[in-house]
């Protein structure tokens, strides 16, 4: 069975303070691994997509970093605008498989 | 332009009864997904359908669970006989074709049973 375990559950940074998120995933074949930002009351935002192990993509402040069993989402000189939870998920390489597998997100805050 | 959009934003309900929600994707969408978050967890999968290939209903967590899309644009999920287990946020998203991954999900539905 698909995967994702993130971690940690919460975490507090003081603005200006540099972090990393970790997604560690188990999957039959991965066709890709993506990174979302969910916002209180709100849906989740799609941030990143990473295909291969190595491949890195970046976006402001954010991050994002690939390897064969987990996922680094690197946040840099974080503003309190960075605040949210941020949500990892897996899709399987399987014929007709579509659906994302979701982790249960890292509550992100920061402090001004 | 316009975004995903869902309907009720809230709704409550009475265990037993029966209750729909609505999701107008993002117009051109092929692909529609309904998950639904529990507080303080993860999005589960429960729906997604494809232009017109059969749906991949292999999420819906009992029978009570049903969900229709017409046309290839609005779907509707259904869920009859609410139990307060089925108390949670549903979320809805559509992609475009070709969009590996890539879902835009609307504000979802809170959904309280009493």
Known sequence: ?112 | GAGVSQSPSNKVTEKGKDVELRCDPISGHTALYWYRQSLGQGLEFLIYFQGNSAPDKSGLPSDRFSAERTGGSVSTLTIQRTQQEDSAVYLCASSPQGALGKLFFGSGTQLSVL
């Open chain 1, 1 to 112: 069975e698909d995967q994702v375990t993130q971690s940690p559950e919460a975490l507090r940074l003081q603005e200006g303070e540099s972090s990393s998120l970790n997604c560690s995933y188990t999957v039959s074949g991965l066709r890709g691994l993506f990174w979302y930002r969910q916002d209180p009351g709100k849906g989740p935002e799609f941030l990143f997509t990473l295909y291969s192990a190595g491949e890195e993509k970046e976006k402001e402040r954010l991050k994002a970093t690939l390897t064969k069993k987990e996922s680094f989402l690197h946040i840099t000189a974080p503003k309190p605008e960075d605040s949210a939870t941020y949500l990892c998920a897996v899709q399987a390489a399987i014929q007709g498989a579509q659906k994302l597998v979701f982790g249960q997100g890292t509550r992100l805050t920061i402090n001004p």
